[in-house]
């Protein structure tokens, strides 16, 4: 009876552990990437739980047209001022009682006052989309840089394979007398020098791939793998740099979000303004009350019901000037909105054009960089060849080496650095992040 006790509670602890455990894909696309932390980053839902209490403030503003009601119910002792004085005669008395009001004018503020919430959610929505905009393109550049990474350990251990072999050869060539023994140290000292190169590239992918994973606040123990695309394609079609600008200032949410902090500055002046104007409301309340030995408990509510309702005015006269400090002050927070809408574009579209020269630059420094490749990959190929029959200048082969790794490590940079600007560049046009 015990193990199967035992056993039914280690299931239940296990069902429980792996029904807390997030449903992690097996490898992450970059789209994973970028849907996992919107949906899953703390600053992200931290504004999302702002969103919503702005959604509880325009709740409370609509209802704030309706009537209020407050009840009261009390409960006491008797008291009568006799000869003696005050006298408490133990007798219980009760009062019940409710009252109402409502505004019927006020200068238009509850339909100001709902419509500036109402502005005040759509903000908050903008800023989560702001946000979620900024970590996307964090998430980019860090997927990207894995993938750089990647393609750049591939290279290196293709040229340590090539190195390797040559001190194989040299090796041979030594034995046999045909090679001195500095050039076979040389040689030895490359292959050294290649798995350096290799052991430092890991290294830093190492250090990428937990640099995603801490953008995506990920577990540390979580092994962390993401796929790799088929192929990194370098566009080089170029949207107008105008249309760009236009487009974002158009879509992006921290113009609009700009465009609606002036719409809610007016409108709180509005509020303002009407602080300085009368106010009309109804009201009304009723009443009952009871007291022990005065009669019957249900004709004494009867008898002394009362339910007086009517107008109430209220007319500011002097307030210490707080009413008129609102006014002018809500006149600037009006001017302050616009120059923070101005400034919004402005940086824009700088940072668009900054975007646009930089995958210019990029694009031309990915052509120069293909080329010298090529060129560094087919001399490295004829010092080779040379090795291969013992005809070699060891110092011609060294610097053959040489600029054939410098310029994997420069086409390896333009490349992923046009591909980001691009996606950079695409990305403020409006268009989702896309590696295929």
Known sequence: MKPRFFFLIFSLVTIEIFAQTPNYPTRWTLDNCIEYAKENNISINSLRLSKNSAQQDLLQAKDARYPN????????????????????????SQSLGANSSMTIYHANYINNNEASKNLLVQMADLSVKESENNITL???QAYLNILMNEENIVSLENVLKT????????????????LSKLNYLQIQSQVAQDQYNLTSAQNTLRTN???????????????????KPDSIIVD?????????????????????????????????????????????????????NYSNGNG????????????????????????????????????????????????TKTALNQQIEQSYVNLQNALAQYDSATKQMDISKQSYDIVNAQMKIGSIDYVQLQ????????????????????????????FYAGNPINLK
């Open 163 to 178: 190195t390797q072999t040559q001190l194989k050869q040299g090796n041979q060539l030594y034995t046999a007398g045909s």
């Open 399 to 426: 610097q053959q080496r040489l600029l054939y790794i410098q310029s994997i490590q420069n086409y390896l940079q333009a490349k992923y650095t046009a591909v980001l600007n691009k996606q950079i560049y695409e």
């Open 236 to 288: 080089d079609q170029l949207k107008p740099l105008q249309d760009v600008q236009n487009l974002a200032e158009t879509l992006r949410p921290e113009v609009k979000y700009g465009e609606l902090n002036v719409e809610n500055s007016n409108t709180n002046l509005k509020m303002a303004q009407a602080s300085i104007q009368p106010t009309l409301s109804v009201v009304g309340n009723i009443s009952t």
């Open 138 to 140: 964090s998430i980019t």
């Open 69 to 92: 009601l407050n009840g009261t119910v009390s409960q006491g002792l008797f008291a009568v001022n006799g000869n003696n004085g005050l006298n408490i005669t133990g007798a219980q």
């Open 209 to 227: 791939i937990i640099n995603l994973k801490q953008i995506l606040q990920l577990p540390t123990q979580y092994d962390f793998q993401i796929v």
């Open 296 to 343: 019957n408990y249900f004709n004494q509510l009867g008898n002394n019901f009362y339910m007086p309702i009517g107008l109430s005015l209220g007319i500011p006269i002097y307030n210490n000037r707080i009413y008129k400090t609102q006014i002018e002050k809500s006149k600037i927070a009006i001017e302050q909105a616009n120059l923070d809408l101005q400034n």
